[in-house]
């Protein structure tokens, strides 16, 4: 009874108290905090939505690329709300997620049960479930970072985090504060704070040690002065134009190591010497704000310079110029309004100030002499020290660090399968689905991922199933029905073989010959010669069932195959 009557305050407002959990925004709140209820309800909720939009994702159902999306949108989104505040690793939670993965993944390619989860997942451009937990928790860190300082939220993460040694003083922090960059114990129990610091911390090559650029709610105004930014010709014919009074032009850089720079370039006169400036950042920053302060140099040297007429400054990165159009909460906001009183100053000595892309790297003057000033600081430390990290430092550390584990993650799988099929299979370049097999029918497009993986409706694969007694070629009767021999062998198919290898060839892709190890992986592996496959795939019934000629044959008189769709695909990208 006391339990009934008890009542908790969250927001101001009386929530009545549950002893299994309370519903807070969404998020089940359990006693314990372990937000286990919340993940059992989330995956159930994402297992019955994949199950209602199952129907979408049969033989006869949308093309891959579509799929993929609505999985995405429909059911990861409920499986994954509120996972940022309870991932801590757990692997029988893991486990509850990836195998939802996996269930999403072969909806998306059409794959068997059997087939193997490393080319299961990277074929569905999926990202794994650990590393898919792993980037919602860095990105709400991040999320955190860019809040303004006095925004309640942000004060999740430990001031020595997100503001540096600026708080290291005794009694400037909290006790236990720091405890996110010391090494764990045995049984220590994170606060959610500290958790998230630590990971996002792991993650940077940079010791925050200075903490994170801070941003602030300020009144929105128009940035004094003009863009530009034409089409790419009409932007090559501006940037060779003469221009009135002063033009500056800038520009960032970031080396292999890391550090980056920013430089400006200008003549004082049309026809004069060329002047450069080099403004050397170190680590902790990246071509993005480079970019900014390069602007903002290039404005504050026309506020000191003696000329009177108007400044021009031309840069080549759009992002940047994106940014300097307003003072708005985000990565770069404190350079977007040094930009802005800069240019409001020089607006106030009637100099009219016009921001201009200028294509970078097309042999214009300006534009590769702000380059090489900015390669050049870029190689000097930094006069002022490493200083606060930029948020643009921190997501790209987020995103390597991804795109890192992800790949170890395949690795690692490949690696469980044996030496001749890790060598039969390879995967593209990059973690997205081809954009032609995305935009094919799902018809094609599942035997098509079947093919690569191995798992196919072929006799070799059927006759290791127990599924055929023979894996005798049905076509040509050869003792094996294999990748191999139906791609490259099988007499039934000569006619079509025989286009299949025009078309390769119109692509530059090199046909398969007798001393060469797997040719069927390389095929199958190079983005070039997807279309061609998938051509021959809808002219042959390789890797479907026997009973399927008919359909073929209707497909055929009816142009199922939608091949001018995957044409279109292939110009636009998709996936």
Same mark, same amino acid.
């Given at each position: 009874?006391?339990?009934?009557?008890?009542?908790?305050?969250?927001?101001?407002?009386?929530?009545?108290?549950?002893?299994?959990?309370?519903?807070?925004?969404?998020?089940?709140?359990?006693?314990?905090?372990?937000?286990?209820?919340?993940?059992?309800?989330?995956?159930?909720?994402?297992?019955?939505?994949?199950?209602?939009?199952?129907?979408?994702?049969?033989?006869?159902?949308?093309?891959?690329?579509?799929?993929?999306?609505?999985?995405?949108?429909?059911?990861?989104?409920?499986?994954?709300?509120?996972?940022?505040?309870?991932?801590?690793?757990?692997?029988?939670?893991?486990?509850?997620?990836?195998?939802?993965?996996?269930?999403?993944?072969?909806?998306?390619?059409?794959?068997?049960?059997?087939?193997?989860?490393?080319?299961?997942?990277?074929?569905?451009?999926?990202?794994?479930?650990?590393?898919?937990?792993?980037?919602?928790?860095?990105?709400?860190?991040?999320?955190?970072?860019?809040?303004?300082?006095?925004?309640?939220?942000?004060?999740?993460?430990?001031?020595?985090?997100?503001?540096?040694?600026?708080?290291?003083?005794?009694?400037?922090?909290?006790?236990?504060?720091?405890?996110?960059?010391?090494?764990?114990?045995?049984?220590?129990?994170?606060?959610?704070?500290?958790?998230?610091?630590?990971?996002?911390?792991?993650?940077?090559?940079?010791?925050?040690?200075?903490?994170?650029?801070?941003?602030?709610?300020?009144?929105?105004?128009?940035?004094?002065?003009?863009?530009?930014?034409?089409?790419?010709?009409?932007?090559?014919?501006?940037?060779?134009?003469?221009?009135?009074?002063?033009?500056?032009?800038?520009?960032?850089?970031?080396?292999?190591?890391?550090?980056?720079?920013?430089?400006?370039?200008?003549?004082?006169?049309?026809?004069?010497?060329?002047?450069?400036?080099?403004?050397?950042?170190?680590?902790?920053?990246?071509?993005?704000?480079?970019?900014?302060?390069?602007?903002?140099?290039?404005?504050?040297?026309?506020?000191?310079?003696?000329?009177?007429?108007?400044?021009?400054?031309?840069?080549?990165?759009?992002?940047?110029?994106?940014?300097?159009?307003?003072?708005?909460?985000?990565?770069?906001?404190?350079?977007?309004?040094?930009?802005?009183?800069?240019?409001?100053?020089?607006?106030?000595?009637?100099?009219?100030?016009?921001? +201009?892309?200028?294509? =970078? &790297?097309?042999? /214009?003057?300006?534009?590769? @002499?702000?380059? %090489? !000033?900015?390669?050049?600081? #870029?190689?000097?430390?930094?006069?002022?020290?490493?200083?606060?990290?930029?948020?643009?430092?921190?997501?790209?550390?987020?995103?390597?660090?991804?795109?890192?584990?992800?790949?170890?993650?395949?690795?690692?799988?490949?690696?469980?399968?044996?030496?001749?099929?890790?060598?039969?299979?390879?995967?593209?370049?990059?973690?997205?689905?081809?954009?032609?097999?995305?935009?094919?029918?799902?018809?094609?497009?599942?035997?098509?991922? +079947?093919?690569?993986? =191995? &798992?196919?409706? /072929?006799?070799?694969?059927? @006759?290791?199933? %127990? !599924?055929?007694?023979?894996? #005798?070629?049905?076509?040509?009767?050869?003792?094996?029905?294999?990748?191999?021999?139906?791609?490259?062998?099988?007499?039934?198919?000569?006619?079509?073989?025989?286009?299949?290898?025009?078309?390769?060839?119109?692509?530059?892709?090199?046909?398969?010959?007798?001393?060469?190890?797997?040719?069927?992986?390389?095929?199958?592996?190079?983005?070039?010669?997807?279309?061609?496959?998938?051509?021959?795939?809808?002219?042959?019934?390789?890797?479907?069932?026997?009973?399927?000629?008919?359909?073929?044959?209707?497909?055929?008189?009816?142009?199922?195959?939608?091949?001018?769709?995957?044409?279109?695909?292939?110009?636009?990208?998709?996936?």
């Amino acid at each position: 009874d006391r339990f009934q009557r008890a009542r908790l305050t969250l927001g101001g407002k009386d929530v009545a108290f549950n002893q299994a959990a309370i519903k807070w925004l969404g998020v089940l709140l359990d006693t314990g905090l372990t937000l286990k209820a919340h993940y059992q309800e989330r995956l159930q909720k994402a297992k019955k939505a994949e199950a209602r939009v199952r129907a979408l994702c049969r033989q006869q159902g949308l093309p891959p690329g579509l799929i993929r999306r609505i999985q995405k949108a429909a059911v990861q989104a409920v499986a994954l709300y509120g996972a940022e505040l309870w991932w801590r690793g757990q692997k029988d939670r893991l486990k509850g997620l990836q195998q939802l993965v996996n269930q999403q993944a072969r909806a998306i390619t059409g794959a068997f049960k059997a087939t193997p989860i490393g080319p299961l997942i990277r074929e569905a451009a999926l990202e794994p479930a650990e590393s898919l937990l792993e980037a919602r928790q860095l990105g709400y860190t991040t999320r955190l970072l860019s809040l303004p300082e006095n925004q309640p939220t942000r004060q999740i993460l430990p001031v020595t985090f997100r503001d540096g040694d600026r708080h290291a003083q005794p009694g400037e922090q909290p006790l236990g504060d720091r405890a996110w960059a010391e090494l764990p114990t045995s049984g220590c129990s994170w606060s959610l704070g500290q958790h998230l610091a630590r990971q996002l911390g792991r993650s940077l090559g940079t010791d925050p040690s200075e903490g994170f650029e801070a941003t602030a709610e300020v009144p929105q105004r128009p940035f004094p002065g003009t863009f530009r930014v034409p089409a790419l010709e009409g932007a090559l014919e501006a940037a060779k134009e003469p221009r009135p009074g002063l033009s500056l032009w800038s520009d960032g850089s970031r080396l292999e190591n890391g550090r980056v720079g920013a430089g400006v370039a200008w003549q004082a006169s049309p026809g004069g010497s060329w002047q450069a400036r080099e403004v050397p950042l170190g680590l902790g920053k990246e071509v993005f704000d480079a970019e900014l302060i390069g602007a903002c140099e290039a404005l504050e040297l026309a506020l000191r310079s003696k000329d009177q007429g108007p400044v021009t400054v031309l840069l080549d990165s759009q992002a940047a110029i994106s940014r300097l159009r307003h003072q708005g909460v985000g990565p770069g906001q404190s350079l977007a309004i040094r930009a802005y009183r800069a240019s409001q100053a020089l607006d106030a000595q009637g100099r009219p100030v016009t921001i +201009q892309w200028v294509p =970078g &790297h097309q042999g /214009i003057e300006g534009n590769e @002499r702000a380059d %090489q !000033a900015a390669k050049q600081a #870029a190689s000097k430390p930094s006069r002022q020290g490493q200083g606060e990290l930029s948020i643009a430092h921190a997501n790209r550390a987020r995103t390597e660090v991804i795109r890192a584990r992800r790949q170890q993650w395949l690795t690692k799988a490949l690696g469980c399968r044996s030496l001749g099929a890790q060598r039969a299979y390879r995967a593209q370049l990059g973690w997205k689905l081809d954009p032609v097999v995305a935009a094919a029918p799902k018809k094609v497009a599942s035997r098509y991922y +079947q093919l690569k993986t =191995g &798992h196919a409706a /072929i006799g070799a694969y059927l @006759r290791k199933v %127990q !599924a055929r007694e023979s894996e #005798a070629c049905q076509g040509c009767q050869a003792p094996s029905e294999t990748v191999h021999h139906l791609l490259f062998e099988c007499r039934e198919w000569r006619k079509q073989r025989r286009a299949l290898y025009k078309a390769l060839q119109e692509v530059n892709v090199a046909l398969p010959t007798a001393a060469e190890d797997y040719p069927a992986g390389r095929l199958l592996g190079d983005p070039r010669a997807t279309r061609a496959v998938l051509q021959f795939l809808g002219d042959t019934t390789i890797g479907a069932p026997r009973g399927e000629a008919q359909a073929l044959d209707r497909a055929r008189a009816e142009d199922e195959w939608g091949l001018e769709a995957l044409e279109e695909a292939e110009r636009g990208g998709e996936g």
